[in-house]
């Protein structure tokens, strides 16, 4: 069973970058879609971003479009999100998921999550 535990929140001023990480345990990335999701206080979740484990191929949110990448470490087992440009309305809980789409209703495996904060 896939383990997912992310890392790297924290609180950032607007413009500024934060990378996130989700290091995978009990399978490997190969076999899922990893999806980086977020959810704001009132809000639902959404997803921000996913990468296919086996191909590499990356989707974005058109939100965050041009100053989020995604990218993975088969070698480590890890996914990240580079975020640049970030606004305060990135702010929220990020989680990433593993499953077979790019949306919260095909994910099967979740992490704990990990809060970023975009304030001045």
């Known amino acids: 069973q896939l383990q997912l535990e992310e890392s790297g929140g924290g609180l950032v001023q607007p413009g500024g970058s934060l990378r996130l990480s989700c290091a995978a345990s009990?399978?490997?990335?190969?076999?899922?879609?990893i999806g980086w999701f977020r959810q704001a206080p009132g809000k639902e979740r959404e997803v921000v971003s996913c990468?296919?484990?086996?191909?590499?191929?990356?989707r974005y949110a058109d939100s965050v479009q041009g100053r989020f990448t995604v990218s993975k470490d088969n070698a480590l087992n890890t996914v990240s999100l580079q975020m640049s440009g970030l606004k305060p309305e990135d702010t929220g809980v990020y989680y990433c998921?593993?499953?077979?789409?790019?949306?919260?209703?095909?994910?099967?495996?979740w992490g704990r999550g990990t809060q970023v904060t975009v304030s001045a």
């Open positions: 009990g399978a490997p990335l190969d076999y899922y879609v």
């Open positions: 998921a593993g499953g077979y789409g790019c949306a919260a209703n095909r994910a099967r495996y």
């Open positions: 990468i296919n484990g086996a191909d590499g191929g990356t």
